[in-house]
């Protein structure tokens, strides 16, 4: 049996539940110092001054550094493909551009003292009018470039107003979602230490090699003499796939105090200086026959940004390849406004988009009178309409069939308010699911060493998902090696370069590359053993020959057969090494990838009090082939609370006189707990996808968040009969 898909335990969970894991704030290092962040109470203008008198007359500290006195960085040349510098200001002059940008490092001895010494610090600055708020930020909008190259930002398929107006039924309405923050168990942090011109970072990253360009473009150095390591990341989420201001001011306390420095930023700093969700205005337009046929669907989104970054949440994404419109229009504007930039949140784009989409479709359906699902499979997209492409695989079918079966959604009463447990309402709400099937080039490399074990590296990451036990089950499953001989090794830039854990591509990109690099160190053993005249396999050719459990066997006579050590120690005892690179083809022009899910939510309301219980949740997924089903079930279960706690809880609530985050902290930052999680079922339908890689592997780290919102609101509807187009969904918008 393949070693693939069994559902192992994590091999890095003992690790972590006694400790013995180090997250970046734990390393040890000589003389490290402690750094701490202070941050600006502006959202526009400049610092006038600081003084920082008493701060460097307080015990312990080592530096006070401000844009007065900070190492000067090189102006990067403006180059296509270079990698980005990165987000400004790097204390490089006064100007403030948010409310929390970091206006000061302070450097000393311990945490405590360089506390105490940012507190001292007098500051004064002149406040000009910021922009805040999505009124007045739409006054001036812009258009984001395209996410790839090639695609283009809005989409026109035919008249979609004329046929919007001609439709006999007719939906126009507006949906929105917050601001949300990152807000991963482990904060970000880094340790910086310099040696020489050589720069070496711990770092709390899911993109280790876009850190060490950043840095090596930053300081005006060669990549090569920055070294970034992250072998545990306690929770990315996407905020962590930047090389933010803190990370480049670490390294420049370094450099400043010729010490090593530490900087860990506090659960209040995570608002702002390191990316949130943006929120998003989606006006949704959607036209049908009376059959139910989408003869127009308009989607145009508005989301914030920021002055620090340019970034956009680009909403449309899913509506332009999910169902088969005659007609189709979207747009995709930002509005920029003095706030922390915005970044990847989970399912950046199809978690906000599906919410208004989704939401949409539910509410045509109800307009017409007709099943939910019917309405989407009286639309459904047999290849993409976007690109005009067949899809690579695509089950999702098979999950509306599935989940309408687990759900018991046969049952279901179509009228609002027609179903109750006691006194408590009962709605049913169900959504799609979708994300793209992403890959990108990735290196491995693969040692079978003489005691019969193997040693496997790829600079990848492990955000809690399991990455450690999925490659190493593809590299056994590779070598013929048991698990147990197996090691895998990540998070260093010295291993062989991995693209960022993001968009859901780790799996589908790195599993490709472990496993060509373990079937190729397996081939070499193979072509040693039958060049081996005391070989009981000599003379026979490599296909005739099977590893399994560290043994080579003859396929046609299994009794013929020889323990890996044995032919490394007759030549020699040397390892057995080989490297690979594994990256796509041509398969994207031949295919649409994607994964599809259905989402079916059940919610008990009170119709007094308005509180929301949800008491379960039921998915379904087409994600290819599993690797690890333990893992993955985790995965997709993890997706799900979010969605809930996006479709329930999550929101930056933000102080629009000042530009500052009033909820930021996970006391008021409302996040779900198990107290508020019912029962989640989810499950995957077999699928065989044989063009997206030769594990036939998906990404599954974002397609559970998606719709989940939308299948919430949707339950909503139907329990109460009041539709809430904003998230989150508060019980007083139920009063």
Excluded at 131 to 143: D, E, I, N, R
Aim: glycine share 10%; aromatic share 6%; charged share 20%.
């Amino acid at each position: 049996m393949s070693i693939i898909g069994q559902g192992l335990d994590r091999l890095d969970g003992r690790l972590k539940v006694t400790g013995a894991a180090r997250y970046t704030a734990e390393h040890p290092v000589p003389r490290l110092a402690q750094a701490v962040i202070v941050q600006s109470t502006i959202a526009s203008g400049a610092v006038l001054s600081i003084d920082d008198s008493v701060a460097r007359s307080l015990p312990g500290v080592l530096a006070v550094m401000t844009y007065m006195n900070a190492p000067r960085l090189p102006v990067p040349k403006q180059e296509a493909g270079a990698p980005p510098a990165a987000p400004t200001p790097l204390l490089q002059d006064a100007t403030i551009k948010y409310n929390g940008q970091p206006v000061a490092v302070v450097v000393a001895d311990t945490l405590e003292h360089a506390r105490h010494a940012a507190q001292s610090l007098r500051i004064r600055y002149a406040a000009k009018p910021a922009v805040l708020g999505m009124q007045a930020a739409k006054k001036s909008l812009k258009t984001p470039p395209p996410r790839r190259p090639g695609e283009k930002t809005d989409a026109i398929r035919g008249n979609a107003p004329g046929a919007f107006n001609r439709s006999a039924t007719r939906l126009d309405a507006m949906y929105t979602t917050p601001i949300e923050t990152h807000n991963a168990m482990e904060p970000h942090a880094t340790i910086a230490a310099w040696h020489g011109d050589e720069l070496t970072l711990y770092d709390s990253s899911q993109n280790i090699s876009g850190v060490q360009k950043t840095a090596a473009r930053t300081f005006g150095i060669e990549p090569s003499k920055v070294r970034v390591l992250c072998p545990f990341l306690g929770g990315g989420f996407g905020s962590k796939g930047s090389a933010w201001t803190h990370v480049m001011l670490t390294a420049m306390a370094a450099r400043l105090t010729g010490v090593p420095v530490k900087l860990a930023l506090e659960r209040t700093q995570m608002f702002g200086p390191v990316g949130s969700r943006p929120m998003t205005e989606q006006r949704m337009r959607l036209g049908a026959a009376r059959d139910g046929t989408l003869q127009a669907l308009m989607h145009d989104t508005v989301s914030s940004n920021s002055f620090v970054l340019d970034f956009s949440e680009p909403s449309t994404t899913i509506t332009k390849s999910l169902y088969m419109a005659q007609t189709l229009q979207t747009t995709q504007r930002m509005a920029t406004m003095n706030v922390g930039a915005h970044t990847y949140t989970r399912a950046p784009g199809e978690a906000s988009g599906s919410f208004a989409l989704e939401c949409a479709i539910d509410e045509m359906a109800y307009a017409l009178k007709m099943d939910p699902i019917a309405l989407r499979l009286r639309n459904y997209a047999e290849q993409d309409p976007e690109k005009q492409l067949p899809f690579s695989s695509k089950s999702l079918r098979e999950c509306y069939r599935v989940g309408a079966e687990k759900f018991g959604w046969s049952k279901r009463t179509p009228e609002p308010r027609s179903m109750r447990s006691g006194r408590m309402l009962v709605g049913w709400g169900m959504a799609t699911a979708t994300y793209p099937a992403n890959r990108d080039a990735a290196k491995a490399s693969a040692l079978i060493r003489a005691d019969g074990t193997a040693l496997v590296r790829c600079g990848t990451h492990d955000l809690g998902t399991g990455t450690y036990t999925i490659m190493t089950q593809i590299a056994a499953d590779a070598l013929g090696l048991p698990v147990n001989k197996v090691r895998f090794e990540l998070g260093d830039t010295l291993q062989p370069e991995s693209p960022g854990a993001g968009g859901s591509k780790t799996t589908a990109s790195v599993g490709p590359a472990v496993h060509a690099a373990a079937k190729a160190a397996r081939d070499k053993l193979i072509a040693m053993a039958v060049a081996d005249r005391g070989s009981p396999l000599a003379g026979l050719t490599a296909d005739a020959i099977d590893v399994q459990d560290g043994w080579l066997i003859d396929r046609q006579r299994p009794e013929r057969k020889e323990p890996m050590v044995s032919v490394i120690a007759r030549n020699g005892g040397a390892a057995i090494e080989a490297h690979s690179e594994a990256k796509p083809g041509d398969e994207k022009k031949q295919y649409s990838m994607h994964s599809f899910g259905a989402v079916f939510v059940e919610v008990h309301i009170d119709p007094d009090l308005g509180t929301i219980h949800v008491p379960r949740v039921v998915g379904v997924y087409g994600i290819g082939k599993l690797m690890n089903r333990k893992t993955g079930h985790s995965q997709l279960m993890g997706g799900v609370v979010w969605g809930l706690g996006m479709g329930l809880m999550e929101k930056t609530e933000m102080d629009w006189r000042t530009g500052r985050a009033v909820n930021g902290n996970l006391a008021d930052y409302h996040v779900p707990v198990n107290a508020d999680i019912g029962t989640i079922d989810v499950s995957v339908v077999e699928e065989d996808d044989p063009h997206i890689n030769v594990l036939g592997a998906k990404g599954i780290g974002e397609i559970g968040i998606v719709g989940v919102a939308a299948a919430l609101g949707n339950a909503v509807y139907h329990a109460t009969g009041k539709r809430v187009r904003d998230l989150p969904i508060t019980l007083d918008k139920l009063i």
